[in-house]
């Protein structure tokens, strides 16, 4: 096992250094558009984290309305015409990778759009009619499940202690399979507003689980065996279970029509997996690699991508703590 334990210090070191804080979280833009009368609206921000104000958050992505439509922030007119055509996202990068545009019709209907570095452009119709289209829905949210996940460093590692422990090719299918249905039921029950968690003391407990693996891949490597190494597939499954509730939040409070949720939350769910799958082979080939290669690592040093991996969760789980813990 040294060419892996070799593979995972190195991959553990570049995961430690991409994010300390950040998690599994996605900074998403929310942007109310309200209307008021014929052809007027009010626009606000919701929701833009790190984002001191409605100005800065203006600049920084860059909302474009239909080219007939006036905006000064926070009114906007589009006149007899409507608020018909194209809307762009022109702002979105990897700071910020995707934003919800929220319409509220005087009618009491609402319409959700979520717009994507992929798919940072809508044509909007003018009403709040419009049907659940499962092409924009899919090119929308399997990206966005794709950066979920692969944003999401303490899922990633949590992964990874996985396929650190599991000895054998069936065994790493049972239990990324595991990991992945028990994930996939509370992301939906979640999403679909069946079970309500908190997400603050959820997020601790995601970190919690990982440090458990890092004990475990500790055991196993010192030839203690563990509960992880016995039974994979079942402790892959209870923890997946808390990591979906971790999932849920990308999709709970866009505020999407209860016609587009079950559809948004499919293609979500396909990019995640898609995601991960991608995780896997990656780790995957690079040790088939290192074995080629035929490379030994320095003496003493098989533990310590293990001990990272846990005191970068210890760390995490703290600071989760300490956040929503009463003063």
């Given at each position: 096992m040294s060419p892996l334990?070799?593979?995972?210090?190195?991959?553990?070191?570049?995961?430690?250094?991409?994010?300390?804080a950040r998690a599994h979280s996605v900074p998403m833009a929310v942007l109310l558009v309200q209307q008021t009368d014929l052809g007027r609206f009010t626009v606000r921000w919701l929701n833009a984290p790190t984002l001191a104000?409605?100005?800065e958050a203006y600049e920084r992505l860059r909302p474009?309305?239909?080219?007939?439509?006036?905006?000064?922030?926070?009114?906007?007119?589009?006149?007899?015409?409507?608020?018909?055509?194209?809307?762009?996202?022109?702002g979105l990068d990897y700071r910020y990778p995707a934003m919800v545009l929220r319409l509220n019709w005087?009618?009491?209907?609402?319409?959700?759009?979520?717009?994507?570095?992929?798919?940072?452009?809508?044509?909007?119709?003018?009403?709040?009619?419009?049907?659940?289209?499962?092409?924009?829905?899919?090119?929308?949210?399997?990206?966005?499940g794709v950066e979920h996940i692969l944003l999401g460093v303490d899922h990633l590692l949590f992964v990874l202690g996985l396929i650190w422990i599991v000895s054998t090719p069936m065994m790493l299918v049972k239990t990324i399979s595991a990991f992945t249905i028990a994930h996939s039921l509370t992301l939906a029950a979640a999403t679909l507003g069946?079970?309500?968690?908190?997400?603050?003391?959820?997020?601790?407990?995601?970190?919690?689980?990982i440090a458990f693996v890092g004990v475990?891949?500790?055991?196993?490597?010192?030839?203690?065996?563990?509960?992880?190494?016995?039974?994979?597939?079942?402790?892959?499954?209870?923890?997946?279970?808390?990591?979906g509730f971790g999932f849920a939040r990308a999709l709970t409070d866009l505020g999407l029509s209860a016609a587009s949720v079950p559809v948004a939350l499919l293609f979500f769910n396909i990019g995640v997996e898609i995601g991960q799958l991608a995780f896997?082979?990656?780790?995957?080939?690079?040790?088939?690699a290192h074995r080629r290669l035929d490379l030994c690592p320095p003496r003493g040093s098989e533990l310590i991508p293990a001990y990272g991996i846990g005191v970068?969760?210890?760390f995490w789980c703290i600071d989760r703590v300490v956040g929503f813990w009463p003063a």
């Amino acid at each position: 096992m040294s060419p892996l334990r070799l593979l995972l210090a190195a991959i553990g070191v570049l995961m430690i250094a991409s994010s300390a804080a950040r998690a599994h979280s996605v900074p998403m833009a929310v942007l109310l558009v309200q209307q008021t009368d014929l052809g007027r609206f009010t626009v606000r921000w919701l929701n833009a984290p790190t984002l001191a104000d409605d100005a800065e958050a203006y600049e920084r992505l860059r909302p474009r309305f239909p080219p007939h439509c006036t905006f000064q922030a926070p009114q906007l007119d589009c006149g007899t015409a409507g608020l018909v055509g194209p809307f762009i996202a022109a702002g979105l990068d990897y700071r910020y990778p995707a934003m919800v545009l929220r319409l509220n019709w005087r009618s009491g209907a609402a319409t959700i759009h979520t717009l994507t570095t992929a798919s940072p452009r809508v044509v909007l119709t003018g009403s709040g009619s419009e049907a659940v289209e499962w092409r924009r829905l899919a090119v929308t949210y399997i990206p966005i499940g794709v950066e979920h996940i692969l944003l999401g460093v303490d899922h990633l590692l949590f992964v990874l202690g996985l396929i650190w422990i599991v000895s054998t090719p069936m065994m790493l299918v049972k239990t990324i399979s595991a990991f992945t249905i028990a994930h996939s039921l509370t992301l939906a029950a979640a999403t679909l507003g069946w079970v309500g968690v908190p997400e603050a003391p959820v997020n601790a407990a995601i970190a919690l689980s990982i440090a458990f693996v890092g004990v475990e891949v500790v055991k196993v490597s010192r030839g203690e065996g563990g509960l992880t190494a016995r039974y994979p597939w079942a402790v892959a499954f209870a923890f997946g279970l808390l990591h979906g509730f971790g999932f849920a939040r990308a999709l709970t409070d866009l505020g999407l029509s209860a016609a587009s949720v079950p559809v948004a939350l499919l293609f979500f769910n396909i990019g995640v997996e898609i995601g991960q799958l991608a995780f896997v082979l990656l780790v995957l080939a690079l040790i088939w690699a290192h074995r080629r290669l035929d490379l030994c690592p320095p003496r003493g040093s098989e533990l310590i991508p293990a001990y990272g991996i846990g005191v970068l969760a210890m760390f995490w789980c703290i600071d989760r703590v300490v956040g929503f813990w009463p003063a």
